[in-house]
């Protein structure tokens, strides 16, 4: 179900978590990542429930980080500070959740600078430790300088990604708020796109634009 979403084959990703959740109804892992399916299709408010379904299961930090972004993708900017705080409260030392949330919340609260700065503290300990936390790596520092419209880092951190053979090079466009997106949809900047169109990304991205467009033309969807 990752591996699907993160080539934009939305359908099967959610009929891959729900078939999950339905083998393996105890554990919050599944309804956290079917969030994040849902948050690609742009279905914010059913994320928001998985996400919930995720902390009643025990997915602490990690399930307010869903409900945060959740929140955020529907304008609930208030309710996302809350959901935020409350991951921090439960986890002060895993950047990745607490940081990564910090700066998606100052971003909207429309406070451009603070978010800012929180990014760059977040790519320095990753340039510094190799990494800020679980799941914590250049394509997620792509995505939030990409939500700052920060295109010229948001390259610079993606081809660092690409570089390093990230594991989900399309992070930073499967997971924008609102859902999922194309690069020429994020910012039409020629080096931003050069990224997305390198050779080594080529077939990859062939995959993601076919199958995110079929998504979008009701193509296959549950």
């Known amino acids: ?41 742009g279905r914010d408010e059913e994320s928001i429930i998985a996400a919930e379904q995720a902390i009643a299961l025990g997915a602490n930090e990690y399930g307010y980080d869903r409900l945060t972004v959740g929140y955020l993708s529907s304008g609930q900017i208030e309710r996302a500070r809350v959901a935020y705080e409350k991951a921090c409260e439960l986890n002060p030392d895993e950047s990745n959740v607490c940081g990564t949330n910090e700066a998606l919340v100052l971003e909207a609260e429309g406070k451009t600078e603070q978010a800012t700065s929180a990014v760059k503290a977040l790519a320095g300990r990753l340039n510094a430790e190799g990494n800020f936390g679980a799941y914590g790596s250049e394509s997620t ?76 033309e009701g193509e296959d969807k549950p």
Do not use: C
Request: net charge neutral.
């Open 141 to 216: 520092i792509a995505w939030l300088y990409a939500g700052l419209h920060d295109f010229p880092r948001a390259t610079v951190e993606q081809r660092t990604a690409l570089d390093k053979h990230d594991w989900f090079p399309t992070f930073a466009i499967v997971y924008a708020l609102g859902g999922a997106k194309l690069p020429e949809e994020f910012s039409t900047d020629p080096q931003w796109l050069a990224v997305w169109n390198d050779p080594r990304m080529k077939a990859y991205m062939d995959v993601y634009r076919k199958n995110l467009l079929a998504w979008r």
């Open 1 to 41: 179900g990752d591996f699907q979403n993160f080539v934009g084959d939305l359908a099967a990703a959610e009929r891959a978590k729900r078939k999950a959740m339905a083998l393996d109804p105890k554990s919050f892992v599944h309804p956290m990542n079917l969030a994040d399916v849902l948050l690609s299709q």
